[in-house]
């Protein structure tokens, strides 16, 4: 018959679990303390490095989405706040900040006609002309990351994909599948028809008009009745028109 263990080594066991407890803990402290300690080094190389190319990253669009791109590895983020280091240094928080005021401008003059639902490349292209003046280039990067700063006042500020596109929505409306199928198909001429969406779509005529009955209430869709061939055109300004457009919008 098998003895069992005794006082003796119940407590040797023990304390043997102790021990290994403790060199587990000193040896996650050891990680713990040299992570810290190498990723203090990194930011500070990265404050260096700012320092350095200081004039490059406020006016170079390319240099300042790598640079956000650094940032991102080591957990900095220069627009956490308009203050501090990174503002103080960079004015990124008030670059952003006034990217984000013109953004919200843009957007609002240009709903009458899209609906709430612009064109990336539009909006970047509208907000490039409204800064003519301005020392700084901007990039899509730049709007991304000015709107992704609107979302915290939650003010509906949202990007979306639709097929090869980025549409930057400005309203509470929710778009399911059938829109934005019926938005992807509509990006090879501006508009569809019900007969288009029921061909390349393989629906029913209810499914489409539906669909496109809802994007029409939303002001999403504008109808076009006017073609020899008799057939309804549902045009899409988010995907179909022209910089110009919402440039004629704006002065509006």
């Known amino acids: ?22 060199l587990g803990e000193n040896v996650a402290k050891i990680r713990t303390d040299l992570m810290k300690e190498q990723l203090a080094t990194f930011r500070s190389q990265l404050e260096d490095f700012a320092r350095k190319h200081k004039n ?10 790598q640079f956000h791109e650094m940032c991102a590895k080591i957990g900095v983020d220069p627009l956490a706040s308009n203050k501090g280091f990174w503002a103080e240094l960079l004015g990124i928080g008030d670059f952003y900040y006034e990217l984000g005021v013109q953004i ?9 006609h899209n609906g709430g639902l612009i064109n990336l490349q539009e909006l970047c292209t509208l907000l490039c002309q409204r800064r003519k003046t301005a020392r700084e280039a901007i990039s899509e990067d730049d709007c991304l990351r000015a709107i992704s700063k609107l979302k915290v006042l939650g003010s509906g500020f949202e990007v979306i994909s639709v097929g090869k596109k980025k549409l930057v929505r400005s ?28 061909r390349r779509l393989s629906w029913s005529s209810g499914r489409a008009i539906d669909a496109l009955d809802t994007l029409l209430e939303e002001g ?31 002065k509006t």
Request: hydrophobic residues 35%; aromatic residues 8%.
């Open 104 to 112: 919200v401008d843009i957007c609002l003059a240009t709903r009458s």
């Open 220 to 250: 999403l869709a504008m109808i076009d009745d006017g073609h020899r061939d008799g057939k309804r055109r549902y045009w899409f300004p988010c995907v179909s028109f022209s910089a110009s457009v919402g440039s004629e919008a704006l």
């Open 1 to 22: 018959m098998r003895r069992r263990p005794g006082i003796g080594g119940l407590q040797t066991a023990a304390a043997a679990r102790d021990q290994y407890r403790l």
């Open 171 to 198: 309203v509470p409306t929710e778009l399911n599948k059938d829109h934005n199928e019926i938005l992807e198909l509509a990006q090879a001429h501006g508009y569809v028809t019900v007969n288009e969406v029921d």
């Open 56 to 65: 490059d990253i406020k006016k170079n669009p390319a240099f300042r989405s």
